[in-house]
């Protein structure tokens, strides 16, 4: 998750999951089936692909901050 928000700027939680598996367990409290979408403080996460309980392919998505 750090090397994400690094890489990206951006603000994923990294207080819990070190890892984006991780992260997106924690916040479904489930294993997720392919493919879904979520959103995890504003950024929009598609997952694509698992292999068995592990994600192996998803598309993440900038936060689209909307100013009122």
Not at 23 to 28: A, P
């Amino acid at each position: 998750i750090r090397a994400i928000n690094r890489a990206l700027n951006w603000l994923l939680p990294s207080e819990g999951p070190k890892t984006l598996n991780g992260l997106i367990t924690e916040t479904l409290e489930t294993i997720p089936e392919a493919p879904v979408c979520l959103t995890i403080t504003g950024y929009q996460i598609e997952i694509i692909r698992l292999k068995g309980n592990m994600i192996v392919t998803a598309k993440l998505f900038p936060r689209l901050d909307v100013e009122h």
